[in-house]
């Protein structure tokens, strides 16, 4: 490998990394892990970075000249709140429920999630730019190489500690910690405009 392939990996790694711990993204595959199957909480928001990230180094910081950063907020904010209210009155899972086809519709809904609301981020935005001075895969690697980390850390802690509370107090959490988001993210776009 080069010397600026190498350089390029680790100073985005690290910027994404710590821009990330405790970003939205990681609190959502944080509570989804903690409801569903981990592997499809993880894997929908590893795709969903991959895809983003490719997005970012291909585009470059023209990204959001074709898609106004206000209309990707407001739907952001849509999406968080109607997910928000979906998880207040969401009902505790059982064990005997059927769950072959949660694992498929919870990919595809992390997936979606973290798309909505990552498009247009400040780290997209830190990867578009770093991508047109530094070597373009090795922006794109370390910044997915950070998300799969911190993602990995959500869900891991999503799995570990946040399935010993009870599911009602999941729901609530969870739903209004979408909510909060919503709200955030309405506040962002009220500044915007």
Same mark, same amino acid.
């Given at each position: ?6 350089? +390029? ?5 690290? *910027?994404?990394? *710590?821009?990330?711990? =405790? ?37 470059? #910081?023209?990204?959001?000249?074709? $898609?106004?950063?206000? !209309? ?5 904010? =849509?999406?968080?709140? !109607?997910?928000?209210?979906?998880? /207040? ?5 059982? &064990?005997?429920?059927?769950?072959? %086809? !949660? ?7 992390? *997936? ?8 247009? &981020?400040?780290?997209?935005? #830190?990867?578009?730019?770093? +991508? ?9 690697? =370390? #910044?997915?190489?950070?998300?799969? #980390? ?19 107090? $999941?729901?609530? /959490? %969870?739903? +209004? ?10 506040? +962002? ?5």
């Amino acid at each position: 490998m080069s010397e600026p392939l190498i350089s +390029s990996t680790l100073f985005t790694f690290l *910027l994404v990394f *710590l821009a990330e711990i =405790g970003d939205k993204s990681q609190i959502v595959c944080m509570s989804l892990a903690s409801r569903y199957k981990a592997s499809q909480v993880f894997f929908g928001a590893i795709a969903a970075f991959v895809l983003l990230n490719g997005a970012a180094v291909i585009l470059g #910081a023209s990204l959001t000249q074709f $898609i106004p950063t206000h !209309i990707m907020t407001a739907i952001a904010s =849509g999406v968080f709140f !109607i997910f928000g209210i979906q998880a /207040l009155l969401a009902k505790p899972e059982t &064990d005997d429920e059927d769950n072959s %086809s !949660i694992g498929k519709s919870i990919f595809i809904s992390t *997936l979606l999630i973290i798309v909505v609301a990552e498009f247009g &981020d400040k780290t997209q935005l #830190a990867v578009a730019t770093l +991508s047109t001075t530094e070597n373009p895969f090795g922006v794109w690697s =370390g #910044a997915s190489l950070a998300l799969i #980390a911190t993602t990995a850390l959500g869900v891991y802690i999503g799995q570990r500690w946040l399935t010993k509370l009870n599911p009602n107090v $999941i729901n609530k /959490l %969870s739903g +209004s910690l979408f909510i909060l988001f919503a709200v955030i993210m309405l506040i +962002s776009l009220i500044r915007m405009i």
